[in-house]
């Protein structure tokens, strides 16, 4: 069975660091790309960064371009996503989703989510 | 960047109905690089169709997608309670490569 546990979220002020893990397990880690899909409260999907199976290649989204880095250690099934300067419209529920293979157009497999929020 | 605009924003219908849920693309998308995903309150989001009209594992067959170009459907031929939920398209394109969902269609009973 596919899992995908998130965790690391938490409350920061605006300006501040958070690094959010997804450790996975029930399927070969480094086969499939990974990515962070954020919801803010009440609101819609929004993508944040994706990462291929390897590890070669990363992708961002315009509105935290230059702040999130992605990275993953496939000896530890684990996803990571660093993120700096954060600002109040980065709160939301972070989710990590597995692609459908080593580069993929879709999401087959979500985690729960872990909630940041950043306020003052 | 390609922007995918959902109709209705909701639809209310009661159990036994069929639900036709349109996804519209700003732009024309392969029909290899469209999805559709399922979320109930307080859960995280379920591949339903991948492929603009393939269904993902375990997926009951009164769920079907179709479409091309800009114009997809989601369609689900006799819904069951269970199927009261948020509806999400989404999109994969451009250099560099991004993802874009739409905003949603809520499904809720009439």
């Known amino acids: 069975e596919v899992q995908l546990l998130e965790s690391g979220g938490g409350l920061v002020q605006p300006g501040g660091s958070l690094r959010l893990s997804c450790v996975v397990s029930g399927f070969t880690f480094s086969s499939y790309a990974m990515s962070w899909v954020r919801q803010a409260p009440g609101k819609g999907l929004e993508w944040v960064s994706g990462i291929r199976g390897s590890g070669s290649s990363s992708y961002y989204a315009d509105a935290v371009k230059g702040r999130i880095t992605i990275s993953r250690d496939n000896s530890k099934n684990t996803l990571y996503l660093q993120m700096n300067s954060l600002r109040a419209e980065d709160t939301a529920l972070y989710h990590c989703?597995?692609?459908?293979?080593?580069?993929?157009?879709?999401?087959?497999?979500w985690g729960q989510g872990t909630l940041v929020t950043v306020s003052s | 960047e390609i922007v995918l605009t959902q109709s209705p924003g909701t639809l209310s219908l009661s159990p036994g109905e069929r639900a036709t849920l349109s996804c519209r693309a700003s732009q024309s998308v392969s029909s290899n690089y469209l999805a559709w995903y399922q979320q109930k309150p307080g859960q995280a989001p379920r591949l339903l169709i991948f492929?603009?009209?393939s269904r993902a594992t375990g997926i009951p067959d009164r769920f079907s997608g179709s479409g091309s170009g800009t114009d997809f459907t989601l369609s689900i031929s006799r819904l069951e309670p269970e199927d009261f939920a948020v509806y999400y398209c989404q999109q994969y394109g451009g250099s560099p490569p991004l993802f874009t969902f739409g905003p949603g269609t809520k499904v809720d009973v009439k």
């Open positions: 492929g603009a009209s």
């Open positions: 989703a597995k692609g459908g293979s080593a580069w993929s157009a879709y999401f087959d497999s």
